[in-house]
């Protein structure tokens, strides 16, 4: 996020020492920010060694929890582009389902959907997986584990960055799998393997921020081109970086989807909207006590509680003078 603006803008100059006091102010905020994402881990670690943790995944275990995976990698340390943790390390994601099948019910997205349609009851601790974007890691480094375990998955394609043909690089991960997308011969072999495939649109736009005809046409092309690959006639979708708008839904309601994912944290109910369901985003930071916290429901509470606070941060941020800065590490 840019908090300071354009310190190069030479029409609009800054006093250097409000950008100095600025810069300290913007300093301080991101130290008491991870502060808190500390606290937090140790917060939720007390709270599972307290069993409280489990005492949230009982009070919700009739509503089904949606995770929201991206990749999975084989590499010790994080891939250097890969600043927000969104490739899961391979052990991390194999204590992550060993976690699941000890406490929850894994169930696939279309058993979600076909229950709450015909109001059929589902096991408790139910949990669904879902993993967006298509890329070839999660061929190579998650789905041998997901297998091992049988555990269902639902996978959500960028059809603009799928790759034509087959890359003949085998079923073992390498490094580039991290961020090489799928070919079609790959995504039609996972959906033999039973992995349900559904639209992450064509471009990976933000739906809500593009005119709605141009929204129709992203969520249009992309169910029809995954439907003419796959002859599959009907999808979930997953909407891009969970962004939605009420234009966006009523058009994802007239088309052939089931359902569409959001990244609104939470549990789904039987009131749940099919076409807002929630999802929580899992990633590389999540250690055993912070997914088990996601999985019950308890970090939702969390991020309720923290949002004054967060916003009090940015409000202050917004009045400060319109200046940006590559970095904040030579200050």
């Given amino acids: 996020m840019d908090l300071l603006g354009d310190i190069r803008n030479h029409d609009n100059p800054v006093n250097p020492v409000i950008l100095s006091k600025t810069a300290v102010s913007c300093r301080q905020d991101f130290k008491i920010l991870q502060d808190l994402q500390d606290m937090k881990r140790t917060l939720f670690s ?65 058993e ?19 993993f967006d974007d298509g890329y070839r890691n999660f061929l190579t480094s998650a789905l041998p584990r997901l297998v091992a375990r049988n555990m269902r998955v639902s996978m959500f394609l960028i ?11 085998g079923n073992e ?89 959001t990244t609104d944290a939470g549990t789904n109910g039987d009131a749940t909207d099919l076409f807002l369901l929630r999802r929580n985003l899992i990633g590389d930071d999540d250690d055993e006590a912070l997914f088990a916290a996601r999985v019950s429901g308890l970090t939702t509470l969390f991020q309720r509680a923290r949002m004054p606070f967060c916003s009090g941060l940015l409000k202050r941020n917004e009045q400060a003078p319109k200046a940006q800065m590559p970095s904040l590490n030579g200050l």
């Fill in 46 to 110: 007390l709270l599972q060694k307290l069993r409280i943790t489990r005492l949230a995944a009982w009070w919700n275990r009739q509503r089904v929890v949606i995770l929201c995976y991206h990749g999975v990698t084989e590499r010790s340390k994080r891939h250097p582009n890969d600043h927000s943790g969104l490739h899961i390390r391979a052990d991390r994601f194999e204590a992550q389902l060993n976690y699941l099948r000890r406490h929850h019910h894994v169930i696939s997205l279309a």
């Fill in 112 to 130: 979600f959907v076909e229950a709450r349609k015909n109001n059929v009851s589902l096991p408790d601790y139910s949990v669904v997986l879902t």
């Fill in 159 to 169: 059809t603009d960055r799928i790759q034509p043909e087959n890359q003949s690089h």
């Fill in 173 to 261: 991960w390498r490094e580039s799998d991290d961020e090489r997308y799928l070919s079609w011969e790959e995504i039609k072999t996972l959906q033999q393997q039973g992995v349900e495939i559904g639209s992450h649109t064509c471009s990976h736009r933000k739906l809500s921020e593009i005119v709605p005809a141009e929204a129709e046409r992203e969520l249009l092309v992309s169910h029809q081109t995954i439907a003419a690959h796959l002859s599959q006639a009907t999808m979930p979708l997953a909407f891009p970086y969970g962004s939605y708008s009420e234009a966006v839904i009523e058009i994802t309601r007239k088309l052939p989807y089931t359902c569409a994912l």
